[in-house]
């Protein structure tokens, strides 16, 4: 099967969206299949707009010697697949990663709404953003669309009037387990995207108040490379994560995967999927942050989430993930 693959990032681009499309391609191509991955290229330079139409055409002439073609994005990419579904003669599927309303929003806004709460105040919208949630809604109901989560499925298929035959769950990765090696410190870690949403100011404030009932603890936070990540997980404290929304964060798989308890924010699917491995708080209260700082550093909570993460044997790999979306093109 000769398979698209619609991406809006991939290597030498970081992000866990380029990761994942490249990921996707050498799994399905491991399985014998021929992929092409369409990206924008010079596009990117042009207006909203028109560099979507002209990135429609540009994929709807790679599809024509394919057997199917898979997006994956939620603006960049649906928007174009959408357009040009109707003349495809082949399976299309489109992976809703993210929200792009919802942070573009908050970004303009500095008004942070958590996102279960974000299509219930579409008044607070502007005109751009009201065009971009009806582009998005129109291509989504054009499509097979996949979620990494039923949190984030049961969130949009209202707004979005999504058919629900049409709507299917693929879920992220999991690696193996690597072994934990604890540091000489209580090192918490906020790394990451430095934007609003991921909540860092908020946070700051409330380590600040844990801080004055202990001394022996530091907060490290801005961005690395992955693999100096990896590394500082692995031999780290306890990841942080108090973003005011984050639907399947990929940096708490990675936290759990190598023996490290969490901080995270309570919207977000893993939230419920993991809840026994981590702290959850509300990232709306900094008291309630304050609360989950001091959690972790309680003795016994700590030593329980630890051992609850040295049971976890889960593992959940890209060949499993290609094999459901091959499951998914051959219905």
């Known amino acids: 099967m000769k398979i698209i693959i619609a991406a809006s990032l991939y290597p030498p681009e970081i992000g866990g ?45 790679a599809t024509k010697s394919a ?6 994005d939620t603006f960049s990419i649906v928007i174009p697949l959408g357009l040009i579904a109707p003349f495809l003669h082949i399976p299309a599927l489109v992976r809703a990663g993210g929200d792009f309303v919802w942070e573009q929003y908050n970004a303009r806004a500095k008004d942070f ?30 499509l097979q669309v996949v979620f990494s989560s039923a949190w984030q499925r049961d969130l949009w298929i209202p707004p979005y009037r999504m058919d629900s035959a049409r709507v299917h769950i693929i879920e992220n990765a999991i690696p193996p387990r690597v072994e934990h090696e604890a540091g000489q410190w209580k090192n918490f870690m906020m790394y990451g995207r430095q934007i609003q949403l991921k909540n860092a100011d908020a946070f700051r404030r409330a380590f600040e108040r844990a801080r004055k009932h202990t001394y022996d603890i530091v907060l490290e936070e801005g961005t690395v490379s992955h693999e100096e990540l990896l590394e500082k997980l692995r031999t780290g404290y306890a990841a942080v994560l108090p973003s005011i929304s984050d639907i399947t964060p990929n940096y708490i798989i990675e936290s759990i995967c190598r023996g490290t308890p969490f901080l995270l924010t309570k919207y977000s699917a ?14 709306m209260s900094e008291d309630d942050m ?27 790999t890209y060949d499993d993930i290609a094999r459901e979306f091959l499951a998914l093109l051959k219905r």
């Not at 309680?298 to 040295?310: E, F, G, P, Q, S």
Request: aromatic share 12%; net charge positive.
């Open 17 to 61: 969206p380029s990761f994942y499309a490249e990921s996707l391609k050498n799994s399905l191509e491991k399985m014998g299949h021929t992929v092409d991955v369409v990206l924008y290229g010079n596009l990117k330079k042009l207006p909203p707009g028109i560099k979507h139409l002209l990135y429609a055409l540009k994929l709807y002439r």
């Open 67 to 72: 057997d199917a073609v898979i997006g994956l």
């Open 113 to 142: 709404i958590p996102l279960p709460d974000f299509y219930r105040y579409t008044d607070r919208w502007t005109l751009k953003e009201k065009i971009s949630f009806r582009l998005i809604r129109f291509a989504l109901t054009r």
């Open 270 to 283: 893993y939230a419920v999927r993991f809840k026994d491995l981590g702290v959850i708080v509300d990232p």
């Open 290 to 316: 304050v609360r989950g700082i001091r959690d972790l550093l309680d003795k016994a909570v700590y030593t329980r989430l630890t051992k609850n993460i040295a049971a976890f044997t889960e593992v959940r």
